[in-house]
T-cell receptor
Framework: EDQVTQSPEALRLQEGESSSLNCSYT??????LFWYRQDPGKGPEFLFT???AGEEKEKERLKATLTKKESFLHITAPKPEDSATYLC???????????FGTGTRLKVLA | ETGVTQSPTHLIKTRGQQVTLRCSSQ?????VSWYQQALGQGPQFIFQ???????GRGNFPPRFSGLQFPNYSSELNVNALELDDSALYLC????????????FGPGTRLTVL
């Protein structure tokens, strides 16, 4: 069964303290892995798409990487405005639905 | 470029009632998906529409139904509302079926009393 697991569930960082969020996936064939940011009560905001192992994408303080079994979202020198829930989703071959993890709630303290 | 919009923002219904939620796709996008997101959970796939046809469905009962119109806007209808239907309902559009990322609307918060 296709599955996405994110860890940790919650993370508290001091401003400037770098860390990584993990997304492990089991899927019959990966059509794409997607990272989103979600603020409370709002819709997810698209961040990155990764298609193949070894691929990396960067945007400001965020960097996403992909292996055959997991993806990491690295946050370098985070700021309080980076506080949000970060969601990972995969698209599986043979189906057009996207499977989401439960997210990592990130809190960055000033 | 106009993003994905949804209406209404919030809705309160009682058990047994019916509800219709609406979504306008991002300009140029022909594929729309609907998701249910319970508090503290990730979005759960309800169904997807491509060129006015339902293209796939998640583990939701038939009382969840939808439509897509020629302009690619979409509706989600839920009949016989249950308390567990209380959630944030998200609409997402994508440029083409099975290709690339989805872009989400702000969601409709449904509360069933």
């Amino acid at each position: 069964e296709d599955q996405v697991t994110q860890s940790p569930e919650a993370l508290r960082l001091q401003e400037g303290e770098s860390s990584s969020l993990n997304c492990s996936y089991t899927v019959s064939g990966l059509r794409g892995l997607f990272w989103y940011r979600q603020d409370p009560g709002k819709g997810p905001e698209f961040l990155f798409t990764l298609y193949s192992a070894g691929e990396e994408k960067e945007k400001e303080r965020l960097k996403a990487t992909l292996t055959k079994k997991e993806s990491f979202l690295h946050i370098t020198a985070p700021k309080p405005e980076d506080s949000a829930t970060y969601l990972c989703a995969v698209g599986a071959s043979g189906t057009y639905k996207y499977i989401f993890g439960t997210g990592t709630r990130l809190k960055v303290l000033a | 470029e106009t993003g994905v919009t949804q209406s209404p923002t919030h809705l309160i219904k009682t058990r047994g009632q019916q509800v219709t939620l609406r979504c306008s796709s991002q300009s140029g996008h022909n594929t729309v998906s609907w998701y249910q997101q319970a508090l503290g959970q990730g979005p759960q796939f309800i169904f997807q529409y491509y060129r006015e046809e339902e293209n796939g469905r998640g583990n939701f009962p038939p009382r969840f139904s939808g439509l897509q119109f020629p302009n690619y806007s979409s509706e989600l209808n839920v009949n016989a509302l249950e308390l567990d239907d209380s959630a944030l309902y998200l609409c997402a559009s994508s440029l083409e079926l099975g290709v690339g990322e989805q872009f989400f609307g702000p969601g409709t918060r449904l509360t069933v009393l």
